[in-house]
């Protein structure tokens, strides 16, 4: 089969390379999936610039999500059945071995594409939203990066719960993108004035902000009393330092989401999440939003993670391996 090798760390993506090498044989426990779209991530650079805090042993395949058809399986997957799931490394190929209890059933009303978007962003942005925030209908919600991907889950998430959503994006260009899939209002972050706007439009500020950007102080100004803001990531470079007085004049929590570590500290909680993404699924209150064009074929992630970089995407970014061998 096909696969993105990395033998050493790279410079950035312009350096992946395809290579042909075994196809992996599942063991105890695990599925082999026929890999159909790849969900590109920004942290897939970093990884294999040796830059992420995940740093695999050489030679590794990079890629954490994925969707694709089981071709061997294991506990409740059989042949034929259609999963989307995650793994540390290893999506950039035709066929990956997961162990069975990192996929799921891809639900009726989404594709291979929407899928392979969906595992990270959604429960991140759930858990964010309501295991953290406790978001409430009619609150306003201030979601950052709101176009692209776990932005976008935090606008259709808010709004399926009754929220009144302001989506901020980097440009005008996306706001048509986020107005479409359930803002109500739309604001350019990167205007010196955008705070004043949150204040207008509100009247007394947000009740929650979702931050995947590090705007956390400068959000501060147009937070609400007794707002919670949720640190979910710093896109923008830097890790920020926070004025303490302003969390205290507002009477305002801020508090991190880490989807990530609940399987080791309330895996309780993963079946909960995911049960309501399910059923927001089937609703069709939730839909992964997929950035056009598709980038076919392996050697065509470079291109993908460069278009990531350059942030002139939307949604989730996907890459399709352009002939999948039969086994």
Partial sequence: MKAIVVKSWLKGPSDLEVKDVPVPKPKDNQVLVRVDSVGANFFDILLVQGKYQIK???????????????????????????????????????????????????????????????????????????????????????????AG???????????????????????????????????HHCINYREPDWTAKVMEITGKGADVVYDPVGLVEKSLKCTAWNGRVVVVGFAAGAIEKIAANRILLKNVSVVGVHWGAYVQNEPEKIPEVWSRLFELAEQKKITPVVYEPLFYGLHRAKDALKAIASRETYGKVIVKPAETSKL
């Fill in 149 to 183: 991907g776990v932005g976008i889950a935090a606008v259709q998430i808010a709004r399926a719960l009754g929220a009144r959503v302001i989506a901020a994006v980097g440009s005008r260009e996306k706001f048509d993108v986020c107005m479409a899939q359930g803002a």
């Fill in 56 to 146: 695999p042993p050489f030679p590794f395949t990079p890629g954490a999500e994925f969707s694709g058809t089981v071709v061997r399986g294991s506990g409740q997957f059989k042949a034929g059945d259609r999963v989307f799931g995650s793994n540390p490394t290893g999506a950039y190929a035709e066929y990956i071995c997961v162990p069975s209890h990192q996929c799921f059933p891809i639900p009726s009303t989404l594709s291979f594409e929407q899928a392979a978007g969906m595992y990270i962003t959604y429960p991140t942005s759930y858990a964010g939203l309501v295991l953290r925030a406790r978001l409430q209908p009619n609150e306003w919600v201030l979601v950052h990066a709101a």
